[in-house]
């Protein structure tokens, strides 16, 4: 029987996916249609996949109005077709990756745990069960891995200091509050492969020995909440999850949260009264999460991504995984190319690689065809950097010896149409409307930010000592990374495009 | 749900919505998504209900229901239109898309068009930032939005 993939993934079914499944189910009554995560390759998608004798054969982007011309073309069996690629994994784009965390999305049935099974899963979990917390958290200091949500702490270093706590509940704690414009890993994750996910909380329970754990989700993901919610059901149905995990002495169960809107609840600290139930407010640390988390008890508060990177670390040995990379960045960074680029998606690689590399080469310019003039890494709170700085390397300290940070490694390119004065105050907006109003700086901070860029878009240049000054008020006063990275931007955009917050009466002149 | 639905009705049907949460660590916010999801807003006879529940005062309550984007105190129009207004959106003409669904539709962020029909949303990314503009409607995500597409999802909402 013939087997088709159209992915499930929440970008391809925006674009069609759906509407190309249908179609296909009508036209090839016999073919199984298997609905995969995505391969990352966004302007490809949908893409649809065939099994042929010779593996699997793409075409795409693919509309449900091509079908016919494709079952004409005989792509039943790898027809020539003007959207056939080829093999997927052949594409330079894939071929140029080391895929670790991303090794089956976009392969697997996602919601299989008998595909998952049998594409390498639960080895990890399979080997954590034979070793004790001690020896679980040892391979993960071992590792190097650090907090793939944006702060880099080593996650062993995180984990040590849960076990070592003293409670008679503790807890694992996903964040999965993705809201970084430019970033989806984590969303490719829970809808392209959520057992993987489950996976690494389990792992992390035994290694703490928590019991419980949470997927605090957003709402803007439906599709992921779906796919995590269907793989938990199935995960508990084979006892990866529950009483007896793999039929073990540990137990571990976990729960889907979904968010409501609140940017700020990415912050772990607010992550964390929101899913007790409050206002999502930050609070002030000390006490860590760590030891004083969920419902006040100690708790791992990690990124999808970090625990996502915890199988194959099991599975692999830490010595494989800190082989990867430069400095202190050890593995892989699942790299988000976004905005206007021509070849966006994902792209799983070591740490070391230039920004340049990213955006010029592997995604290949503007996709309007303009010149690149900016490109903001790191999301909202990110610098925006200037094609003079593409030297910088993808590493933690690289970007913060030169003013910016990797974040959550998105990175969103515009052409030289940018306007960005027009991107600070954004920036100072964004912090306005999502602040959770704890602390000053922030909440005032910000309101006053975006009048003082008024003025300064108005012309009255002699503001910019002023907004230097409230943003050094806002860096180093402000309870959380909102109100404390957002100067991040605004500052990078004053320093590397001076020339948008010079008086407009030039720009007007030669239009 | 019927506008003249009696504030004891709402009060009543709130009750059996919660129920299921109650012996749930941190409820509340799945008690307040169930409460919308059944209401399409939460609805003012609501907040006591789920204050008694958990030992809050209807102020927390409140406070908590006014904090987050997603809860409404109204209900919107037959079709809710989200437009993502991030930088990756943005990067990629999201605030013509937008300009121009503001002006077919007569209303600005956060309104409703006359007839009820269409409520238009500012929405801070949805995780499609490689095809970008993006948006949704209702709980269809859409992406690569132009202006004749998005002309085509408002005929079909009108």
């Known amino acids: 029987m013939t087997r088709l993939f159209v992915p499930r993934d929440a970008l391809s079914v925006a674009v069609g996916a759906d509407e190309l499944a249908a179609a296909l189910a009508q036209a090839c009554p016999d073919a199984t249609i298997i609905r995969n995560g995505s391969r990352g390759m966004a302007w490809l998608e949908p893409l649809l996949e065939v099994q042929t004798e010779s593996g699997r054969i793409g075409y795409g982007p693919v509309e449900a109005a091509d079908v016919p011309g494709l079952l004409a073309?005989?792509?039943?069996?790898?027809?020539?077709?003007?959207?056939?690629?080829?093999?997927?994994?052949?594409?330079?784009?894939?071929?140029?990756?080391?895929?670790?965390?991303?090794?089956?999305?976009?392969?697997?049935?996602?919601?299989?745990?008998?595909?998952?099974?049998?594409?390498?899963?639960?080895?990890?979990?399979?080997?954590?069960?034979?070793?004790?917390?001690?020896?679980?958290?040892?391979?993960?200091?071992?590792?190097?891995?650090?907090?793939?949500?944006?702060?880099?702490?080593?996650?062993?270093?995180?984990?040590?200091?849960?076990?070592?706590?003293?409670?008679?509940?503790?807890?694992?704690?996903?964040?999965?509050?993705?809201?970084?414009?430019?970033?989806?890993?984590?969303?490719?994750?829970?809808?392209?492969?959520?057992?993987?996910?489950?996976?690494?909380?389990?792992?992390?329970?035994?290694?703490?020995?928590?019991?419980?754990?949470?997927?605090?989700?957003?709402?803007?993901y439906p599709q992921a909440v779906t796919a995590m919610n269907q793989a938990i059901a199935a995960a508990r149905q084979e006892a990866v999850l529950g009483a007896q995990v793999l039929g073990s002495a540990f137990a571990f169960d976990m729960e889907v949260r979904v968010g409501a809107g609140a940017y700020v609840c990415g912050e772990e600290t607010s992550l964390l009264d929101s899913l007790e139930g409050k206002r999502g407010q930050v609070r002030a640390k000390p006490p860590l999460p760590a030891l004083s988390g969920f419902l006040g008890r100690p708790t791992v508060v990690n990124n999808v991504l970090s625990l996502a990177a915890v199988p194959d670390i099991l599975a692999g040995g830490a010595a494989a995984y800190q082989a990867l990379g430069v400095g202190r960045s050890r593995g892989t960074m699942p790299v988000q190319l976004a905005g206007n680029i021509k070849h966006g998606g994902l792209f799983e690689v070591p740490f070391g690689i230039t920004l340049g590399e990213l955006v010029m080469e592997i995604g290949g310019g503007t996709a309007s065809g303009r010149p690149v003039r900016a490109v903001q890494v790191g999301g909202p709170l990110g610098a925006y950097f200037p094609p003079a700085l593409f030297d910088t390397i993808f590493d933690y300290e690289a970007f913060t010896a030169r003013d910016g940070l990797i974040g959550h490694g998105g990175i969103v390119v515009f052409d030289d149409t940018v306007d960005m004065a027009r991107m600070a105050r954004f920036a100072m907006e964004f912090c306005a409307i999502e602040s959770?109003?704890?602390?000053?700086?922030?909440?005032?901070?910000?309101?006053?930010?975006?009048?003082?860029?008024?003025?300064?878009?108005?012309?009255?240049?002699?503001?910019?000592?002023?907004?230097?000054?409230?943003?050094?008020?806002?860096?180093?006063?402000?309870?959380?990374?909102?109100?404390?990275?957002?100067?991040?931007?605004?500052?990078?955009a004053v320093r590397h495009f001076p020339e948008d917050f010079a008086p407009r009466q030039h720009a007007l002149a030669a239009e | 749900m019927q506008p003249s639905s009696s504030a004891a009705k709402i009060a009543e049907l709130t009750a059996d919505i919660i129920a299921p949460y109650l012996g749930r660590e941190g409820p509340a916010m799945p008690m307040l998504h169930a409460i919308q999801a059944a209401f399409g807003f939460v609805p003012?006879?609501?907040?006591?209900?789920?204050?008694?529940?958990?030992?809050?005062?209807?102020?927390?309550?409140?406070?908590?229901?006014?904090?987050?984007?997603?809860?409404?105190?109204?209900?919107?129009g037959r079709t809710v239109l989200k437009l993502c207004r991030a930088e990756a959106c943005q990067s990629s003409g999201a605030d013509r898309v937008a300009a121009h669904a503001s002006a077919r539709l007569g209303i600005s962020w956060h309104e409703t068009t006359a007839d009820g029909a269409i409520t238009l949303e500012p929405v801070f990314?949805?995780?499609?930032?490689?095809?970008?503009?993006?948006?949704?409607?209702?709980?269809?995500?859409?992406?690569?939005?132009?202006?004749?597409?998005?002309?085509?999802?408002?005929?079909?909402?009108?």
């Open chain 1, 436 to 492: 959770c109003g704890k602390c000053t700086p922030c909440r005032i901070g910000s309101t006053r930010g975006v009048e003082v860029l008024d003025r300064i878009i108005a012309g009255d240049t002699g503001q910019l000592g002023l907004l230097a000054d409230l943003c050094e008020t806002m860096k180093f006063g402000s309870l959380c990374a909102l109100g404390g990275f957002t100067p991040y931007p605004v500052m990078s």
């Open chain 2, 125 to 158: 990314c949805l995780g499609l930032c490689a095809a970008a503009p993006c948006g949704m409607v209702n709980d269809r995500s859409v992406a690569r939005l132009d202006t004749a597409r998005l002309d085509a999802i408002l005929e079909n909402a009108r």
């Open chain 1, 73 to 220: 073309a005989g792509f039943l069996a790898g027809g020539a077709h003007p959207k056939r690629i080829g093999r997927p994994e052949e594409m330079p784009f894939l071929a140029r990756q080391t895929r670790i965390t991303f090794a089956r999305c976009g392969i697997t049935d996602p919601v299989s745990l008998s595909d998952y099974r049998a594409h390498g899963g639960l080895i990890g979990l399979t080997r954590a069960l034979s070793m004790g917390g001690a020896d679980i958290v040892d391979e993960l200091v071992k590792s190097g891995l650090r907090g793939r949500g944006g702060a880099g702490f080593p996650t062993g270093i995180k984990w040590r200091t849960v076990m070592q706590a003293q409670a008679p509940q503790k807890y694992i704690v996903c964040n999965a509050d993705e809201g970084d414009s430019g970033t989806f890993a984590d969303r490719m994750v829970m809808e392209g492969d959520p057992f993987l996910l489950i996976e690494g909380m389990i792992i992390a329970g035994i290694a703490v020995g928590a019991t419980q754990g949470y997927v605090y989700l957003r709402s803007e």
């Open chain 2, 44 to 76: 003012q006879a609501s907040v006591p209900v789920v204050a008694n529940a958990l030992n809050l005062s209807r102020a927390e309550v409140h406070g908590i229901v006014s904090f987050y984007h997603d809860f409404r105190h109204a209900p919107a």
